[in-house]
């Protein structure tokens, strides 16, 4: 018999290519903070101890718990729940919609120098670094708790992380009225609710001039504050700004906030709505 014939060997497969797949942000990991959370937690407290005080002394069985004496005591306890409730909303949802808003209001080139002025962990800052390309988006904040839940610069790089905008931003220990920059050195100047937490007029003024002081000749600023606006939008007319406007209350922001946005030369400003 003639021998078999040898089958051809197997011609090697080539290897797989592996693409390399980016992975989504991950929101998941996202905390940007309780505002004021002293004051969130006596509300809540507050509240729920009144109520349950109404709800103690309704007096005999079958008295109603709205009875004259109690009502304006129940409807104070409820209120202050409201408060606090508003409060966290605020702070969970509100201000990033706030937030988004604002920033999508700006033209971006994306080449921008950015300061978040009382950054906090991250919100303004982290929002404006994921509209940068070569830009560059620099918190600064003296970390205060009594202005925000666990407010410490390493949550600010947990957040970025998340986004996936680390690589954009750099975070600075500095107050807010004396900002450790030199002159004219960011095209973009932001602040969520910092302004507010400076007890005094003269304080506020300050970093006013401070914001100035550190912002390009066609630089912009947007800031969202709940008090205080119409004095910022005279202090920034004052100081030679060209265009400035003052939105509506944003009812998003409990309690409800303002957007002023100012622009030097003949930048444009953020329409405030």
Known sequence: MPPEAT??????????????VEMPPDLTRLDYGLDSPSMVKTLAILGGAVLL?????????????????????R????????????????????????RDLMLESLEWRGDEQVLDVGCGRGLMMIGAAKRLTTGRAVGVDVWRSADLSDNWSEAVWDNARAEGVEDRIDVRDGDMRQLPFADASFDVVLSSLALTSLSKDADRRQAIDEITRVLRPDG???????????????????????????SGYRLRIFPPARVVVAARGGAAPANAG
């Open 7 to 20: 089958p051809p060997a197997a011609e090697p497969a080539e290897p797989e290519t592996l693409v390399p």
């Open 53 to 73: 005080l109404c709800f103690l002394m309704r007096g005999p069985a079958g008295a109603s718990f709205a009875s004259a004496p109690l009502t304006s005591l």
């Open 75 to 98: 409807w104070a306890g409820m209120l202050c729940l409201l408060q606090a409730g508003l409060m966290w909303w605020s702070s969970s949802s509100g201000k990033l919609q706030e």
């Open 220 to 246: 912009r600023v947007a800031l969202l504050e709940s008090s205080g606006t119409k004095r910022y939008e005279e202090a920034f007319r004052g100081a030679g700004f060209r265009k400035v406007e003052r």
